[in-house]
């Protein structure tokens, strides 16, 4: 295994994605919609650490396998884009405007997934992707907490905000240990905090009971 570190921790994470999506989907929410893109957001999650971990773990030379996992995970990145821009128009916009926004981020997806294919497969596209959607649920999600307290929702925010933190750290370079816990699985770690309080939030926007 060429990062044990990364890639483990990249299968951690999916791991985890695996039981917040099934956490969201056996639940009983009156939201169908908002229910299934919550819980296609966490596969879509979990689909680009297992490719990502893999990666890292065992193709992390250029080369066939290397290039599709890779575009793979990309490619999951821009699905989560997606269902971040249509969770956000579903919580904070009114229909006809969230019917737009949808569309929009589907043609974004185009585009990107065009990108990704015949220009650039480096990690940053997806950032410049994923930035803007992570910002407009953050809004959203602050304009339903300020309708409804609800803790759960404020732990969901929080959840938003560490994924910055833990993009800053990955860029940055930042590594708990150089050899056995990189900057890259130092990301991991923030983004799997992160993700559980995200899930918070999620069970937050149709009022359901936290799976315990």
């Not at 999650?45 to 599709?68: C, K, R, W």
């Not at 793979?72 to 969770?87: E, P």
């Amino acid at each position: 295994m060429t990062e044990p570190d990364v890639a483990l921790t990249d299968y951690a994470l999916t791991l985890e994605c695996a039981v917040l999506a099934l956490w969201v989907f056996r639940a009983q929410w009156t939201d169908e919609p908002l229910q299934r893109s919550w819980g296609a957001l966490f596969v879509a999650i979990g689909v680009s650490a297992v490719a990502g971990g893999t990666v890292h773990g065992f193709f992390l030379a250029p080369g066939t396998v290397h290039d599709v996992l890779w575009t793979l995970t990309l490619l999951a990145l821009g699905v989560v884009s997606l269902l971040m821009w249509w969770i956000g128009a579903r919580l904070g916009l009114a229909p006809v405007v969230g019917q737009w926004v949808r569309l929009a981020a589907l043609a974004q997806l185009v585009v990107y997934a065009a990108v990704v294919l015949f220009i650039s497969s480096e990690f940053e596209v997806a950032i410049v992707a994923y930035a803007p959607a992570t910002l407009f649920l953050l809004a959203t999600m602050i304009l339903a907490y300020r309708r409804v307290p609800d803790r759960r929702l404020a732990w969901g925010i929080t959840g938003l905000l560490l994924t910055f933190v833990a993009a800053g750290v990955q860029q940055s370079g930042f590594a708990l240990h150089p050899v056995y816990f990189n900057h890259n699985a130092f990301y991991h770690l923030i983004q799997g905090v992160a993700l559980y309080l995200l899930y918070l939030g999620a069970v937050a926007t149709a009022g359901q009971p936290a799976a315990s």
